[in-house]
C-alpha cells in the first residue's frame, strides 16, 4: 500500500512540473566566448645507455629505429650476459607513462633459427627505479613469451615526467640479464638471431 502511494504522489509531481514548465516563460541570454587556445601535450619516452639522464638518448617520438647495436657472439648454454640502460619520461605533459615491451622481429640467417632459439634463450628486465633500489621484474621469460604480448616493464605507477621535479628528469635505471638455458643442446650450435627489434610503448598511468 505504501509503495501504491508514494507512486501516485509521484506522478502527480510530474503533471504539475509539466504544467509549470508549459506556462512560465525565462530570460536568457547567450555569450560568445573567443579567444580560446586549447594545445595538447606530448607523451615521449627517451632510452639512453650511456649515462643517466643524458640528453643524447634515443627519443621514442623519433621516426627512425633505436639501434644499439649489440652484437654478442659465441653465446653457449648457461651464459648469461647483462647491462644497463636508463629510461625517463620526457613528455610536455605532466603525465606518468608506463613502459611496455614485446619483442616484435627477429631474423633468422639459418632457416629456422628463431624456432630452435626461441625458447632457449632467455631475457629478464629489471626496473631498478629512479634511485636504483628497485625490483620491479618478470623474473626470466624466454624470447616466445616477450614476443607473444607486450608486457609492462615498471609497476603502475609507471615513470613520472621530469616537470614534476622542476625539471629534473625522472630516470629509471633498468637492468638487463640475457643467458641461454643449461638445457640447451647441440641443436643450437651456429644458431643466430639477427636484427632483433623490440617495441616499447608508454601508456597513460591513469
Not at 509521484?10 to 530570460?27: H, K, N, P, R
Not at 615521449?44 to 627519443?59: K, M
Not at 647495436?69 to 647483462?82: A, E, F, I, M, R
Not at 634463450?121 to 624470447?143: A, C, F, M, N, P
Request: glycine share 10%; hydrophobic share 40%; net charge negative.
Amino acid at each position: 500500500m505504501t509503495k501504491r502511494i508514494i507512486l501516485s504522489l509521484a506522478m502527480i509531481a510530474l503533471v504539475i512540473a509539466g504544467v509549470t514548465s508549459a506556462t512560465i516563460a525565462y530570460f536568457s541570454d547567450t555569450v560568445n566566448v573567443t579567444g580560446v587556445t586549447v594545445a595538447m601535450g606530448t607523451a615521449d619516452l627517451e632510452l639512453n645507455h650511456t649515462t643517466v639522464n643524458s640528453d643524447d638518448g634515443y627519443d621514442a617520438n623519433s621516426s627512425d629505429n633505436i639501434n644499439l647495436n649489440l652484437n654478442v657472439p659465441g653465446l653457449y648454454p648457461g651464459l648469461t650476459v647483462s647491462g644497463d640502460v636508463w629510461m625517463r619520461n620526457i613528455s610536455q605533459s605532466p603525465i606518468a607513462l608506463r613502459p611496455y615491451a614485446r619483442l616484435t622481429s627477429a631474423t633468422s640467417p639459418h632457416g629456422n633459427d628463431w624456432e630452435l632459439l626461441k625458447d632457449k634463450i632467455e631475457i629478464r628486465v629489471t626496473d631498478k627505479g629512479h634511485v636504483g633500489s628497485g625490483t620491479y621484474s618478470w623474473g626470466w621469460q624466454t624470447l616466445e613469451w616477450w614476443h607473444s604480448e607486450p608486457r609492462a616493464i615498471s609497476d603502475g605507477i609507471g615513470i613520472l615526467p621530469e616537470a614534476g621535479l622542476n625539471g629534473t628528469a625522472f630516470s629509471h635505471q633498468y637492468y638487463i640479464d640475457a643467458r641461454v638455458k643449461s638445457d640447451a643442446g647441440n641443436e643450437i650450435q651456429g644458431k643466430s638471431l639477427t636484427n632483433v627489434t623490440w617495441e616499447i610503448v608508454g601508456e597513460q598511468v591513469h
